[in-house]
């Protein structure tokens, strides 16, 4: 099973600020089969970004992923304030499709 | 447009059992593999199941393995997963989501609550 660690825990920043994010993997992430997800309070997951790098349908631009191999990450370039809330990467290279514990970016 | 509504959540005993369903619309469902993820309250993600398009392939987390069984039914639109033996450790909102690689379309969930 790949392990996915993310960091920080929380965020805590202003609006118009820079997130990054962090998630990294016990285990090599082939293809960079890597997902990020937000998740506001209340409501079910969005798909941010898949294949590590790539915007899903309607995100803005400010999201972007970067990353390969073990090591990934989520930069929101200027925060909004409708994107404080908690993000997920996800993997899913294996059958297993694990999930990182999240990352709450709140404001500061 | 896509649309994953689950259903069947509610309050059971320990030992329990309980069979959520998730109605699909808005796509060609017997197209696509389809997850269940669930999330105890105040807690991350956790992935659970995933089925194939066709019903054939079927993958379970080793929390629920033998215990929860996971089926469709591609003339109905329909997705649903079977649990049997419940635990206090079961309790979660469960989501269903569309598998295209990645979980591109999440429906909002059913709370499963297990209680002695």
């Known amino acids: 099973e790949i392990v996915l660690t993310q960091s920080p825990g929380t965020l805590s920043l202003s609006p118009g600020e820079r997130a990054t994010l962090s998630c990294r993997a016990s285990?090599?992430?082939?293809?960079?089969?890597l997902a990020w997800y937000q998740q506001k309070p209340g409501q079910a997951p969005r798909l941010l970004i898949y294949?590590?790098?790539s915007r899903a349908t309607g995100i803005p631009d400010r999201f972007s992923g970067s990353g390969s191999g073990t090591d990934f990450t989520l930069t929101i370039s200027r925060l909004e304030p409708e994107d404080f809330a908690v993000y997920y990467c996800?993997?899913?290279?294996?059958?297993?499709?694990?999930f990182g514990q999240g990352t709450k970016v709140d404001i500061k | 447009q896509v649309q994953l509504v689950e259903s069947g959540g509610g309050v059971v005993k320990t030992g329990g059992s309980l069979r959520l369903s998730c109605a699909a619309s808005?796509?060609?469902?017997?197209?696509?593999?389809m997850s269940w993820i669930r999330q105890a309250p105040g807690k991350g993600l956790e992935w659970v199941s995933y089925i194939s398009n066709s019903g054939d392939i079927i993958y379970y987390a080793d929390s629920v393995k033998g215990r929860f069984t996971m089926s469709r039914d591609n003339a109905k639109n329909s997705l649903y997963l079977q649990m049997n033996s419940l635990r206090a450790e079961d309790t979660a909102v469960y989501y269903c989501?569309?598998?295209?690689?990645?979980?591109?379309?999440w429906g909002q969930g059913t709370l499963v609550t297990v209680s002695s």
């Open positions: 294949g590590a790098s």
């Open positions: 285990l090599s992430v082939s293809n960079n089969y």
């Open positions: 989501a569309r598998e295209n690689w990645s979980l591109d379309y």
């Open positions: 808005g796509f060609t469902f017997s197209g696509y593999y």
């Open positions: 996800q993997q899913y290279v294996t059958s297993g499709k694990t």
